[in-house]
T-cell receptor, first 112, second 110 residues
Framework: DTGVSQNPRHKITKRGQNVTFRCDPISEHNRLYWYRQTLGQGPEFLTY????????KSRLLSDRFSAERPKGSFSTLEIQRTEQGDSAMYLC??????????FGQGTRLTVV | GESVGLHLPTLSVQEGDNSIINCAYSNSASDYFIWYKQESGKGPQFIID?????DKRQGQRVTVLLNKTVKHLSLQIAATQPGDSAVYFC?????????FGGGTRLMVKP
């Protein structure tokens, strides 16, 4: 257990529904990242927060995706109007400054 | 659980042998590098890191080598054990961004 908690672990949803995932970081970590991982690939960057500020967002990220980190602690990632291509593992990672990033166990999303 | 890395390059080694996993990175501005291990159905787990002002760093049974001239990173695992079977990813850090390369699947034969 790295100390980074993600919920839910698994989510099955029907196409067109909205889903929201949560990440609780290690408490003193000011940087939080969301990644997406599909089978056979490395984690793909989605977005990055430093404290409550969203500082980076992938240009490949659809506007159906939105993330928040309202108080600089936990973060949520919402996907609106899900599509089958959104099926993936969604990973959260946190770090303090420029140190190693610790990952949660991920949320496995299946869109049917 | 779901398998990770079904279509990744695979390195197959005999238990007890040494393993070497290679990674080419792309950004010459990257100043920090991390190796992660990912088991099926789990998130990546930190193994070892190295800063760009170093060319070698050793941990317990693992060594990371960095060659900035050719933008190459390697992970050496000594006396490979069945528990080392997993997918291994390298990550490069430039500024605030941590970017992952494609992984390598390590299979350890008993």
């Amino acid at each position: 257990d790295t100390g980074v908690s993600q919920n839910p672990r698994h989510k099955i949803t029907k196409r067109g529904q909205n889903v929201t995932f949560r990440c609780d970081p290690i408490s003193e970590h000011n940087r939080l990242y969301w990644y997406r991982q599909t089978l056979g690939q490395g984690p793909e960057f989605l977005t990055y927060f430093q404290n409550e500020a969203q500082l980076e967002k992938s240009r490949l990220l659809s506007d159906r995706f939105s993330a928040e980190r309202p108080k600089g602690s936990f973060s949520t990632l919402e996907i609106q109007r899900t599509e089958q291509g959104d099926s993936a593992m969604y990973l959260c990672a946190t770090r303090q400054g420029g140190t190693e990033a610790f990952f949660g166990q991920g949320t496995r999303l299946t869109v049917v | 659980g779901e398998s990770v890395g079904l279509h990744l390059p695979t390195l197959s080694v005999q238990e007890g042998d040494n393993s070497i996993i290679n990674c080419a990175y792309s950004n010459s501005a990257s100043d920090y590098f991390i190796w992660y291990k990912q088991e099926s159905g789990k998130g990546p787990q930190f193994i070892i890191d190295i800063r760009s002002n170093m060319d070698k760093r050793q941990g317990q049974r693992v060594t990371v080598l960095l060659n900035k001239t050719v933008k190459h990173l390697s992970l050496q695992i000594a006396a490979t054990q069945p528990g080392d079977s997993a997918v291994y990813f390298c990550a490069e850090n430039a500024g605030n961004m941590l970017t992952f390369g494609g992984g390598t699947r390590l299979m350890v034969k008993p």
